[in-house]
């Protein structure tokens, strides 16, 4: 496991200030300015699948010559027709049950705006993803914690119970669990539903993850129940952030409520970007062989290290079956933000503690980039974790 790099470059003064950071936004904003300094650094948090260049311009090039796509209409009254068209087909929706946003973020902004009257309460899983707190509370929400618990990251249906109250109105879920990986089963998704309802609550699951377990959904989220949302984007597995692309799925009376709030709707839908968003999803299955081709190459590589971590005793936590996120315990030690920053400047290898998702003693590791970097960084945390034993 020896790390067989060229020697590290000597950590300069002040360089691990970001791991202060209060928000894991602006960690990840620090991490970005810290390894531009440092080119023997490498990344082992990244989520998302590398953007798909080669094929997205040749899509592009394809859609725009020798004129403009046929897919370049309208955004302003129900989004672009195509977009929602390819939607439905892939996701098994119907366009009724549909709205297009620029992303998970907006769509999650417009419906903790339209569906929690100020002062009501969210309550969001734990560990989480801070983005979601945040803009739970921007709405005037109250927010409470449901812990997901080591070492499956279950939803307990008795802890669920006990949290709910009169007044909660949204319960919120990601699927690929961020920052674990774990995947909420329909028989899940039907049993949070039942008991939400019974405060007239609604659940909303942010499958931004969720194609990295395409192979595994047979119906779509939010046709579970009447009172499930879904959300999603072409961000993370299409590795398409530039395109600001996703809907939010949900029955049409949720939708109605929505609309009547924000009536505008997301009006930051871009007409252009979301013309070659629905060439892109009338082409899936070139953009699905690009992620499963990266996942293929890296999953085997995540797992081998793990297992030889695990075998060490460094670590616990299997890897999750689908997805590029994978959030292992430390095994003897609590305080992962001091252990990051520590890995930082001594092995100069980049990992997110579980502060910033919730829940120290952990640290989360994204395998979405390149097998070979993914080696090498893997083989530093390996010898850097030996070290600390």
């Known amino acids: 496991m020896k790390d067989h790099d060229a020697p590290l470059s000597p950590p300069s003064a002040g360089s691990d200030d970001f791991f202060d950071a209060a928000s894991y936004s602006d960690w990840v904003r620090g991490t970005m300015q810290a390894m531009?300094?440092?080119?023997?650094?490498?990344?082992?948090?990244?989520?998302?699948?590398?953007?798909?260049?080669?094929?997205?311009?040749?899509?592009i090039h394809d859609a725009v010559s020798p004129r403009m796509t046929s897919r370049y209409v309208s955004v302003f009254v129900g989004g672009n027709r195509y977009v929602v068209d390819a939607v439905c087909a892939r996701y098994g929706e119907d366009p009724s049950r549909l709205t297009l946003t620029t992303g998970v973020t907006s769509a999650l902004r417009m419906i903790f705006q339209a569906l929690v009257p100020r002062g009501h309460r969210v309550l969001i899983e734990r560990p989480r993803f801070d983005l979601l707190e945040t803009l739970a509370s921007g709405a005037g929400a109250v927010v409470d914690d449901l812990p997901r618990m080591a070492p499956d990251f279950r939803v307990d249906l008795d802890q669920l119970a006990a949290r709910l109250t009169p007044r909660t109105r949204l319960v919120v879920l990601t699927s690929l669990h961020n920052p674990t990986g774990a995947r909420l089963t329909a028989q899940d998704v039907v049993a949070i539903a039942k008991l939400a309802d019974q405060v007239n609550a609604m659940v909303v699951v942010d499958e931004i993850y969720a194609d990295f377990a395409r192979d595994a959904l047979d119906v779509p989220t939010a046709r579970l129940a009447p009172n499930v949302i879904s959300v999603n984007s072409l961000t993370k597995v299409f590795g398409l952030f530039a395109l600001k692309c996703g809907w939010?799925?949900?029955?049409?009376?949720?939708?109605?409520?929505?609309?009547?709030c924000i009536p505008e709707g997301d009006v930051g839908v871009s007409k252009l970007s979301h013309a070659v968003a629905a060439h892109v999803l009338e082409s899936t299955s070139v953009f699905d062989a690009h992620w499963r081709g990266i996942m293929a190459e890296t999953t085997p590589v995540m797992c081998r290290h793990a297992e030889a971590m695990i075998a060490d005793g460094l670590i616990a936590g299997a890897v999750p079956e689908a997805g590029c996120l994978y959030?292992?315990?430390?095994?003897?030690?609590?305080?992962?933000?001091?252990?990051?920053r520590s890995l930082w400047r001594e092995e100069g290898v980049i990992v997110a503690p579980g502060e910033f998702f919730g829940l120290r003693g952990h640290i989360r590791l994204g395998f979405a980039g390149k097998a070979k970097t993914l080696d090498r960084g893997l083989s530093r945390l390996h010898e850097g974790l030996r070290k600390r034993r």
């Open 36 to 59: 531009a300094g440092r080119l023997d650094a490498v990344s082992l948090f990244d989520s998302t699948i590398s953007e798909p260049t080669e094929k997205l311009v040749s899509l």
């Open 248 to 260: 939010i799925a949900a029955d049409p009376a949720i939708l109605e409520r929505i609309h009547a």
């Open 327 to 340: 959030f292992p315990r430390i095994v003897g030690v609590d305080d992962t933000r001091a252990l990051a």
